[in-house]
């Protein structure tokens, strides 16, 4: 090991890990592409884009030319009182992108606070309307909204990470997706009872993502964006994971030809570079916190929001999708996926395989080991990060076909072996 691991590995916590059993983390040096290389010069294809994030792969020159130019220029200044070209030119750049009159944007640097604002605007919007009684949320079942404690309360309160929590957190409505006959039924017949104490809904549109990459219908989106207004709610969309081309559109409420009230956006906004999240409310939203009085106002600001570095890597981020051909790659992706990956269907102890986008599963019954897995899978020369029951490919959208072939076959070879 390096000296610089050696030393300095004894002091860090990682995250969602048992510091007592966690086998040590694997120190890298580099990144290129869609790799990663390591300290003793093995190379991993990777599969996870570091956690969804660098859509266009790592090292892109054109955002590492606009973060070397900002950091040169400004790198940072606060948001409070003062503004600069690079956060002004990204919110025109987002509200000009996103569906409907998504116009307002607030910056912050992470997806956890992006949505903790999210949450705090939809209860203050009801406030400022002189309405009382719109104290809690709705949220579904096998949803994952983060790891702060208001996005936690929105999450599946029986989901491993957060049931620790369950008594502690503020309490909020949480239901099954309303996916069939059963319980779209229960959804509305919920809403009918007690919309009258519901802010606003809040979901992963398409995909719940770290709930265990659980995919819904359009129509499932749009059964309750129409509920939403039939009761007045305001609809919040966590595009966190979902944004930016991964499940094939920009924006995956685009499928569903829907407009949210409130989206939260963050993951690949730099491109996989920088922390940087955005919460965008339509103009209705916005005009609540209109007024000549100061307690009327979102009393909300990160110091980072709006950091100059990280505006100007998601500027050039935006840049590239208009440049070069990604949503035409998420397209090629999705189908080599759900070809390659057909074969794990037959494999004993698979559950499911799906596709969506540049999003591949396979659900397992049960996986009893998942550091062993995890061995397994860079013994292949892969990076792959399962979790609970599923192994999952989210790749950069400039992966190369041979790349993505590499990582399939690997799932594939290690689950026919699978215990």
């Known amino acids: 090991m390096p000296t610089w691991f050696d030393e300095g590995y004894p002091h860090i916590w990682l995250p969602y890990a048992q510091m007592k059993t966690t086998p040590p983390s694997l120190p890298v040096t580099s990144t290129r592409g869609t790799r990663i290389v390591l ?101 579904f079942k096998g949803a994952y909204h983060g790891d702060t404690t208001g996005a936690m309360a929105v999450s599946d309160p029986e989901e491993g990470m957060h049931a620790l929590f369950k008594g502690i957190l503020p309490e909020h409505h949480v239901i099954a997706l309303p996916r069939d006959e059963a319980s779209t039924a229960a959804f509305d017949s919920f809403l009918k009872m007690r919309a009258g104490e519901v802010a606003g809904i809040i979901i992963e549109p398409l995909v719940q993502g770290a709930g265990g990459m659980l995919f819904h219908t359009p129509e499932v989106l749009q059964h309750i964006r129409d509920a939403a207004h039939r009761y007045n709610l305001l609809l919040i969309t966590d595009e966190i994971f979902t944004g930016f081309g991964r499940t094939g559109s920009m924006f995956a409420c685009e499928a569903a030809g829907i407009t949210p009230d409130i989206i939260t956006l963050s993951k690949a906004l730099t491109g996989g570079t920088l922390p940087l999240a ?10 609540a916190f209109l007024s000549g009085e100061d307690s009327s106002a979102l009393m909300h600001g990160p110091t980072f929001m709006a950091n100059a570095l990280a505006c100007a890597a998601a500027n050039a981020s935006l840049d590239i999708f208009e440049l070069e051909p990604r949503l035409a790659q998420v397209a090629e992706i999705s189908k080599q996926l759900t070809e390659e990956l057909a074969p794990c269907r037959d494999l004993p102890g698979v559950k499911d395989v799906r596709v969506l986008g540049a999003i591949g599963v396979v659900e397992m019954k049960k996986i009893d080991d998942l550091n062993a897995l995890k061995q397994r899978f860079v013994e292949k020369g892969v990076w792959l990060r399962p979790f609970g029951n599923i192994v999952y490919l989210t790749p950069a959208f400039t992966i190369s076909e041979d790349d993505l072939e590499t990582l399939t076959t690997a799932i594939y070879d290690v689950l026919r072996t699978h215990p």
């Open 278 to 287: 955005a919460t965008v409310a339509r103009t209705h939203v916005f005009e």
């Open 39 to 139: 300290a003793d010069s093995r190379e991993l294809v990777d599969g996870m884009a570091s956690w969804w994030t660098a859509c266009h792969g790592y090292n892109h020159p054109h955002i590492t030319a606009a973060i070397t130019r900002q950091a040169e220029l400004m790198p940072h200044v606060m948001f409070g009182g003062l503004a600069h070209e690079p956060a002004l030119k990204l919110a025109k750049r987002l509200a000009d992108i996103l569906p409907g009159d998504l116009d307002h944007v607030f910056f912050s640097d992470s997806g956890s606070v992006a949505v903790e604002v999210a949450l705090k605007m939809a209860m203050q919007y009801w406030l400022n309307k002189g309405v009382s009684t719109r104290r809690r949320f709705l949220s």
